[in-house]
């Protein structure tokens, strides 16, 4: 019955990602086994361009609901519609007006005196014609006033209509000035950007497993008050039978310590330990492999040169999600500067040292983790860097002296790692048994 529930409410599957085999716990707490089905890759709910894959159908009303926010709508809507509605409010208001006029001269008998006798007032001086009723209108509404073509006091009407078509100029103006300046002002461009990993990880960091991706901003001007949320969406089916296609469970980021708040100069690491509240508390790495969530990613913070809020997202699959594997730094000292090297910033490297199994099992069984001091990655090039600014200021001697030391703590680190792997080995094989 289950089966048949998912197949049926399952949300549209991807053709390309094929079919892949998933585990489900029993409805309703009965059976104390798994259920394995034979289900798709649903698509993504977020893409990576922070663009939400939904569409909305069978809405009722929704001319009526989007006309009475127009305001909304002319902001939300391409350009090339924006610029064809600002052309056509200002046609069709020239148009009506130059219609207007001309029935005023039509009525008041003005288009059967061309010649202009010398007895007979007309309503609009020099207008004969429809067309010289549209460019009486287009100049009184743009107040370009060549004085060839005037309203005169015989008619009340005709005056009363330069009024309003004057008015209306105006509150025309406003609106489309205004929501053109909204547009072009919007905060939405300034996620373009804002840079997201391509890839999450997991791996471990002061002694914890945590899921960590990377951010980054492209420009010089700040990101004022930035903060950054996580969500993990995934189908589940509630004790009652319920089927719920995206259950969004918060993923915490540090909010109770401050940590979600950051200054974002240069790149940064966004870290979620995965704890007894983490949805990934009991997901090892095989777990990960045949997983079905999605992570959602947001950063929001205000535009500086303009105070206005700005939010980029993103997200990341199962799939996208790189086990034992740590970022590449970017960030670089040099001699009265830092450097920002964002070649490296997509790039992660393995860390075999990285346990395969959950934080639940960790912390149920106890397992060992390799100490903090262990040698790697960040540490080589610490040396590397430092190994290139002695030799720039004190010249090779000095920098080959250095050196040795330092490689004989490199071969003393990693011999000790040896140690540190081999008794966690040999820890796991004695809880086992």
């Not at 006798?117 to 609009?124: E, K, R």
């Not at 950054?228 to 259950?247: C, F, H, N, S, W």
């Not at 040099?334 to 070649?343: A, F, I, T």
Request: glycine residues 6%.
């Amino acid at each position: 019955m289950s089966v048949g529930r998912i197949n049926r409410y399952s949300i549209v599957s991807s053709e390309e990602e094929g079919l892949r085999l998933t585990t489900m716990h029993g409805m309703n707490g009965f059976g104390n086994g798994k259920i394995h089905t034979r289900r798709k890759c649903r698509n993504r709910f977020v893409k990576k361009n922070g663009q939400c894959n939904v569409q909305f159908a069978n809405m009722d009303d929704k001319s009526q609901r989007y006309m009475a926010d127009i305001f909304t709508t002319c902001v939300d809507i391409r350009w090339r519609w924006m610029l064809l509605v600002f052309t056509l409010v200002f046609v069709v208001s020239w148009l009506a007006f130059g219609l207007a006029f001309w029935v005023i001269a039509l009525l008041h008998g003005d288009l059967d005196n061309p010649a202009g006798d010398d007895n007979f007032t007309p309503c609009v001086l020099q207008v004969n014609g429809f067309v010289a009723a549209f460019l009486f209108s287009i100049e009184t509404q743009s107040t370009i006033g060549y004085g060839y073509r005037c309203v005169t006091e015989e008619c009340p009407v005709a005056v009363f209509m330069v009024v309003f078509q004057s008015i209306v100029g105006c509150i025309i103006d406003c609106f489309m000035i205004g929501a053109i300046m909204a547009k072009m002002a919007r905060p939405k461009k300034r996620a373009q950007t804002l840079l997201f990993s391509h890839n999450a990880v997991i791996a471990m960091r002061d002694g914890k497993l945590c899921l960590m991706w990377r951010v980054g901003n492209l420009r010089k001007s700040h990101i004022v008050e930035a903060h950054v949320r996580a969500q993990l969406i995934k189908p589940r089916i509630t004790d009652e039978g319920e089927y719920i296609p995206l259950d969004q469970i918060d993923i915490n980021v540090g909010f109770d310590k401050g940590l979600d708040r950051i200054f974002l100069v240069s790149p940064i690491t966004i870290l979620h330990e995965i704890d007894e509240e983490s949805p990934l508390f009991g997901i090892s790495k095989q777990d990960l492999e045949t997983a079905d969530f999605e992570i959602v990613v947001i950063l929001e913070g205000m535009v500086e040169a303009t105070a206005m809020t700005t939010q980029a997202r993103s997200s990341y699959l199962a799939s996208e999600v790189l086990w034992g594997h740590r970022f590449e730094p970017v960030l670089f000292e040099e001699k009265n500067l830092y450097k920002v090297d964002y070649s490296h910033f997509h790039k992660t490297y393995e860390v075999p040292s990285t346990p395969r199994c959950s934080a639940k099992d960790m912390v149920e069984n106890k397992f060992l983790v390799p100490s903090s001091n262990s040698f790697c990655y960040e540490n080589e090039l610490a040396f590397l860097n430092r190994d290139e600014e002695e030799e720039d200021v004190g010249g090779g001697s000095r920098a080959l002296a250095n050196l040795s030391p330092d490689r004989n703590s490199r071969h003393e680190f990693e011999r000790l790692q040896a140690i540190r792997t081999l008794d966690q080995r040999s820890y796991r094989r004695e809880s086992e048994i």
